[in-house]
């Protein structure tokens, strides 16, 4: 069965520094994302890419968090300086063109920024 | 925009009992619906959809109902298992994003 991947599944880093995190999404899906999710609470959208072109990332924090998607294929979520309140749980999710609201999930990278 | 309310917070069943979860959504205009279960340190898992042109949808133990006047669609999982301990997310498709409810803690008791 198709899943979308992501690494690393954990990551401690010190505030300040600059942290990444890779997904793939499931083979073919034209429509990746990256959600944050803070413990207790629903997924946050980060970004949304259509291909290699963002559609929407009104709530990225522009002035330390940047994603890509160039070949419009795997992305790259960056975060640099991290920040304490960064920690949370980063999720990516894809969705095929024809059904673009039915989104599937990785397991998700836990960061601990300390 | 768009608000999803989603009851109870936690909700504690009998193992073999069955369990409901509701949410409430505000935006006429939204017309897909999924619930996503969600086990500790896992990404959300689809389990079932409803679209808004369908009353009800089942899927072995599980079904959602939509009630599209009330604006209210409910998770219903029958004979419940303890695999079926975990956080159930609804969320409404709005504006060409997922609204999401706060989630439901679902606990199975032996």
């Known amino acids: 069965e198709a899943e979308v991947a992501q690494s690393p599944r954990y990551k401690i880093t010190e505030k300040s520094q600059a942290v990444a995190f890779w997904c793939d999404p499931i083979?073919?899906?034209?429509?990746l994302y990256w959600y944050r999710q803070i413990l207790g609470q629903g997924p946050e959208l980060l970004v949304q890419?259509?291909?290699?072109?963002?559609?929407?990332d009104s709530q990225l924090p522009k002035d330390r968090f940047s994603a890509e998607r160039l070949k419009g294929v795997d992305s790259t979520l960056k975060i640099q300086p991290a920040e304490l309140g960064d920690s949370a749980m980063y999720l990516c999710?894809?969705?095929?063109?024809?059904?673009?609201?039915?989104?599937?999930f990785g397991p998700g990278t836990r960061l601990t920024v300390t | 925009g768009e608000n999803v309310e989603q009851h109870p917070s936690t909700l504690s069943v009998q193992e073999g009992d069955s369990a409901v979860i509701k949410c409430t959504y505000s935006?006429?205009?939204?017309?897909?619906f999924p619930w996503y279960k969600q086990e500790l340190g896992k990404g959300p898992q689809l389990i079932i959809d409803?679209?808004?042109n369908v009353g009800e949808k089942k899927d072995q133990r599980i079904a959602v109902t939509l009630n599209k006047t009330a604006k209210h669609f409910s998770l219903h999982i029958t004979e419940t298992q303890p695999e079926d301990s975990a956080v159930y997310f609804c969320?409404?498709?709005?504006?060409?994003?997922?609204?999401w409810g706060a989630g439901t803690k679902l606990i199975i008791k032996p």
């Open positions: 969320a409404a498709w709005s504006n060409y994003q997922l609204i």
């Open positions: 999710a894809s969705s095929g063109r024809d059904r673009v609201y039915e989104q599937y």
């Open positions: 935006d006429s205009a939204s017309n897909y």
């Open positions: 409803i679209r808004s």
């Open positions: 890419f259509q291909d290699e072109s963002v559609v929407d």
């Open positions: 083979s073919g899906h034209a429509t």
